[in-house]
């Protein structure tokens, strides 16, 4: 159980992740 919920908030913050990069594509 412990390790579905992990596994959904790592995928909800690799999502919120790839939105912040795309929406800013600069690379510093």
Same mark, same amino acid.
Do not use: F
């Given at each position: 159980? %412990?390790d !579905? $919920? !992990? @596994? /959904? #908030?790592? #995928? $909800? @913050? %690799?999502a %919120?992740?790839? $939105?912040? /990069? !795309?929406c *800013?594509?600069? *690379?510093?």
């Amino acid at each position: 159980m %412990l390790d !579905l $919920i !992990l @596994g /959904v #908030a790592t #995928a $909800i @913050g %690799l999502a %919120l992740y790839l $939105i912040h /990069v !795309l929406c *800013r594509p600069e *690379r510093y």
